[in-house]
């Protein structure tokens, strides 16, 4: 996680996705999984990239066994990247409950 944090954070967000994924080809546990969604997120969060967004949160969010912290990262993450699509119902619904 590090390496995405660090390779964000250098400006190089292009590198980052291909970084986690490669993490995540590795299997980790469902707990280390979620912590690496929520901080791919932060790398993928512009307009171009809500799409992207929104499908790696709910994936890992629908996976379950994400620790209750990490999982209301990844919400609130979801939720502003799913008001970039068409359905605004979904996407407030997704904010209220990331609270």
Do not use: N
Not at 12 to 26: F, I, K, M, T, Y
Not at 42 to 61: I, N, Q
């Amino acid at each position: 996680m590090q390496a995405i944090v660090g390779l964000t954070r250098a400006g190089r967000s292009r590198e980052a996705p291909a970084a986690g994924d490669r993490l995540l080809a590795l299997r980790p546990p469902l707990a280390v999984f979620g912590r690496l969604r929520a901080a791919l997120g932060d790398t993928l969060w512009s307009p171009e990239g809500a799409e992207e967004l929104r499908r790696r949160a709910g994936s890992a969010l629908a996976l379950g066994g994400v620790r209750p912290g990490t999982a209301a990262r990844l919400a609130a993450l979801r939720a502003p990247a799913l008001s970039r699509g068409t359905d605004l119902t979904a996407a407030r619904a997704a904010g209220e409950t990331a609270r």
